[in-house]
């Protein structure tokens, strides 16, 4: 099955470094991508294939993925960045969220 | 302006249907894959269907698969998605999202709830 594991949540204080895993077994040969959703809103789209950055989206925003791990970057988080994070991954066969990480900023 | 508009969500008896809408503007459906992705009350995203840009291939989620059906009217610019026998773990918010991942074209609809209860 293809299933990507994510932390229920991460903590940091305003200017630290956050950081967020998606480990799943698909990842060496598929992209990861990253959802930002605040509350009451839809996701929007922050990184795309691993580590690439949509236009709009700050660059305090990085990505990466080795193996079967990807990680999303938030460099100096700001407390605006507050909200749960979505991995996504997909192939020919398969779509697949991971369960989400709530980032706190305080 | 780019526009996704869901409609057609509400309350539904188990075992019920229910067609949901999507109405695009803004640009043209045709050009764009496109999906239903669903989020049950605080819980997180679950992938629940794609479809082809002229409808010709679709792709279901595990959970819904064989009772949801995904169709798109590019003509009305328009996609659906026919769900059926539903269940109380169906309830959840469906967004209508396009070019899932695509830069400059991931692009979500606000969403339109969903609830199976009795």
């Known amino acids: 099955s293809y299933e990507l594991t994510q932390p229920p949540s991460v903590s940091v204080s305003p200017g630290q470094t956050a950081r967020i895993t998606c480990s799943g077994d698909?990842?060496?040969?598929?992209?990861a991508y990253w959802y930002q959703q605040k509350s009451g809103q839809a996701p929007v789209l922050v990184i795309y294939?691993?580590?690439k950055r949509p236009s709009g989206i700050p660059e305090r925003f990085s990505g990466s993925s080795s193996g079967t791990m990807a990680m999303l970057t938030i460099s100096g988080a700001q407390v605006d960045d507050e909200a749960d994070y979505y991995c996504y991954s997909t192939d020919s066969s398969a779509n697949q969220f991971g369960g989400g990480t709530k980032l706190t900023v305080l | 302006e780019v526009q996704l508009v869901e409609s057609g969500g509400g309350l539904v008896q188990p075992g019920g249907s229910l067609r949901l809408s999507c109405a695009a503007s803004g640009f043209s459906l045709s050009s764009y894959v496109m999906y239903w992705v669903r989020q049950a009350p605080g819980k997180g995203l679950e992938f629940v269907s794609a479809i082809s840009t002229k409808g010709g291939g679709t792709h279901y989620g595990n959970s819904v698969r064989d009772r949801f059906t995904i169709s798109r009217d590019n003509s009305k610019n328009t996609l659906y998605l026919q769900m059926g026998n539903l269940r109380p773990e169906d309830t959840a918010v469906y967004y209508c999202a396009r070019a899932l991942g695509k830069p400059s074209a991931d692009y979500w609809g606000q969403g339109t709830l969903v609830t199976v209860s009795s």
């Open positions: 698909a990842l060496p040969k598929n992209y």
């Open positions: 294939e691993d580590n």
